[in-house]
């Protein structure tokens, strides 16, 4: 693999042998020393044009636990503040040997820019870009489900058969875009929930049910995952929906919602939370949730994901 910008590019039998490479390392994260010494002399640049402590702390402990060096280059502060393009920021990269770069960007396709244009020669993964997609997050988040339905059993397995039930603000997520192409191709069945004004136009032609009552799906969809989205008011120029209040009422999982699932569903939160709005307290911090465990588990993606990326030669791949 030379680039990760895409969950739709993935095919079943890669997306899968990444999930089995992540619980490779999954089980160094329980060593006492937890490095590897795969990407020993490699620079992984994580390149953000948009503010996530998250994400860029994940990639950061993810390249450092696979021994590679690790530069952090934030927009805010920099050249790119001042005027300087994309162009000029890859250049300098490149100047400096970076092997790796993980690029997170306002504008949807920056990423897959970078990694045609030549500018660099250097494997580029997509941290989020846009309102399009957000591969990694994808991920960590079937391989969580994997783990929670299979158990020891998950190593090669896909996810056939499984309902996933994502509710929220599907027009701005890319989560939700990326989680939709890598469910179908490991055999899941997604629903989306959402209000109506926050559902993207052309969603009719993707390969999911499109539901707008939270109560009705649930109870007639008895779903095995329920994943909330983050209402992103900071990407909103509009009112989407008359109150926060109002929108908690008819699509957060409240406790009473929580209490009608059934018990061996999994509830899902890509996170930060916006706790009282998309989800109960009670529910983020119930047995069923898998919060915590999304965010280790986006470690040993990440590992994974690098690991595919950078290990062995570049040439010979290219």
Known sequence: MRHLLSTRDLLRDDAIGLLDIAEDMSEVQNREV????????????????????????????????LSADVINFSAKGSSVSKGESLKDTAQTLAAMGADGVVIRHSASG????????????????????????????????????????????????????VS????????????????????????AHVTFVAPATLVPVGASTWPADIRYD???????????????????????????FPTTREYARQWGLDDERLLALRPDSIVMHPGPMNRGLEISSRAADSAQSTVIEQVANGVSIRMAVLYSLLSGDREARS
Request: aromatic fraction near 6%; hydrophobic fraction near 45%; charge should be positive.
């Open 110 to 161: 920056a990423p897959q820019v970078l990694a045609q244009s030549g500018w660099i020669d250097a494997g580029v993964v997509n941290a989020g870009d846009g309102t399009h997609e957000h591969p990694t997050q994808a991920l960590l988040d079937a391989f969580t489900m994997r783990r929670r339905i299979h158990g020891d059993a998950a190593r090669g397995r896909d996810l056939d058969g």
């Open 34 to 65: 937890k490095k590897l010494p795969t990407l020993r002399g490699k620079t992984v640049v994580n390149l953000f044009f948009e503010d996530s402590t998250r994400t860029r702390t994940s990639f950061e402990v993810a390249a450092k636990r």
């Open 164 to 187: 996933v039930m994502i509710v929220g603000d599907v027009l701005h997520s890319r989560v939700a875009r990326s989680n939709l192409w890598l469910l179908e191709t490991l055999g």
């Open 214 to 240: 939270l109560d009705a799906a649930l109870a007639e969809v008895r779903p095995d995952v329920v994943m909330l989205l983050r209402i992103q008011q900071e990407r909103m120029n509009a009112a989407f």
